[in-house]
């Protein structure tokens, strides 16, 4: 479904970058939701991000660069796989963990990009990623995001910017400004308007730190699209004992207030003014109020969020929705009912 692309105004991407520079939040639109944004080197703006969200401390945040050199000067080591994900993948929905640079070697003063052009090795470009970005790991989340918005933001800036969805902890992920602005309101210092998100729910989080690959979170890229680059990649529950428990990974989150209910065959409660949302199954009752999802994953992934929005905000007693396929295809979306569903 091609759209035109959003329009960038200059003068407003400079605007937001000179923010950013300064120290202030600015929510900006990617391919997968809305990001609340801070200069990633700057602990005191990234304060305001954990602040702002209501965020615990243990939950690190996704970097995102505007380009591979960007992403190579904030980690200790690039390895292949690394290489041939990012080029494969990047600009898109995939978050790479990776051993941050070292404290102690060289920083990095501020350009990033110049010092890509010069063509330096990682090692001697290595800007330590500040220990309140990464919750005090010694691994950070790195990403280049697709939409030129962003892309060009991070460039204006010329510093990799933190950012988490930009939405209050545990609430639904805004896949539109306008989700942003009822959100956060007066919290957030700029909101850049990129128009709905195309991809829709969160990127991929894939552990490059260990051995071998670990999937963190499953999102817009799917795992047999990972495997065709880097072979056969482990769960995080797979890992054993010792590892840090996946961090950010709290049962509950990505939920509407509305209790979330995710049903089989269609088979509703008898009680209540509901919602359906249908996928493959009629609902059991007529008298619901019906939606029908897009029937395949990545169109469905695209509306999941806005979709679940807008029923919220219809004060039903609860939204049931038809659960997907258990296929790979469908893991992400899984993943994400599955949560809102929770508690
Ligand atoms: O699509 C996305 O990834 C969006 C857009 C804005 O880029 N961002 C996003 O951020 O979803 P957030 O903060 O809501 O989720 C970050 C995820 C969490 O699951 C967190 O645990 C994981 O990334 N993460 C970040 N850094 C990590 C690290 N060093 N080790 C393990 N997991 C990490
Ligand atoms: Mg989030």
Redesign the pocket.
């Known amino acids: 479904m091609p759209r035109t692309p959003p329009a960038i105004d200059p003068a407003q991407i400079e605007a937001a970058a000179r923010l950013l520079r300064a120290g202030r939040l600015v929510a900006f639109p990617?391919e997968?939701?809305?990001?609340l944004g801070a200069n990633a080197l700057d602990p005191a703006a990234v304060a305001r991000i954990y602040a702002v969200k209501g965020r615990p401390a243990t939950?690190?945040?996704?970097v995102?660069v505007a380009s591979i050199e960007m992403a190579q000067s904030l980690v200790a080591s690039w390895p292949d796989a690394a290489d041939r994900l990012a080029r494969r993948f990047w600009p898109g929905?995939l978050?790479l963990?990776l051993p941050t640079a070292q404290v102690g070697k060289p920083a990095l003063a501020s350009n990033h990009v110049g010092t890509a052009a010069l063509g330096r090795p990682a090692e001697q470009s290595s800007a330590a990623v500040p220990a309140i970005v990464?919750?005090g790991?010694p691994?950070?989340?790195l990403?280049m995001?697709a939409h030129p918005i962003a892309l060009a933001l991070i460039r204006a800036a010329g510093v990799p910017l933190a950012?988490?969805?930009?939405n209050r902890f545990t609430q639904l992920?805004p896949t539109t400004a306008d989700h942003v602005r009822r959100g956060l309101g007066a919290d957030v210092d700029l909101v850049l308007d990129g128009g709905p998100c195309q991809v829709g729910i969160?990127?991929t989080?894939l552990?490059l730190a260990g051995p071998q690959p670990v999937l963190?979170?499953p999102?817009?890229i799917s795992r047999t699209e990972l495997e065709s680059v880097v072979g056969p990649i482990a769960n995080a529950q797979e890992v054993q004992a010792g590892a840090?428990p996946?961090?950010?990974?709290h049962p509950r989150h990505y939920s509407p207030r509305t209790r979330l209910l995710l049903v089989k065959d269609g088979r509703l409660p008898d009680q209540g003014k509901g919602i359906y949302l249908q996928h493959q199954h009629p609902p059991s009752r007529e008298d619901i109020k019906t939606i029908q999802m897009p029937a395949a994953a990545p169109n469905y992934a695209a509306t999941l969020y806005d979709t679940l929005h807008e029923a919220d905000d219809a004060n039903y007693d609860w939204i049931a929705v038809d659960a997907p396929p258990d296929t790979t295809e469908w893991e992400a979306i899984q993943d994400r009912l599955r949560r809102a569903s929770a508690g």
């Not at 950012?163 to 930009?166: L, T, V």
Request: net charge positive; proline share 13%; charged share 10%.
């Open positions: 990617t997968t939701v809305y990001g939950s690190p945040l996704i995102h929905p978050t963990v990464t919750a790991l691994t950070v989340g990403r995001p950012a988490p969805s930009a992920s969160e990127s989080v552990s963190l979170r999102g817009g840090h996946a961090p950010g990974m």
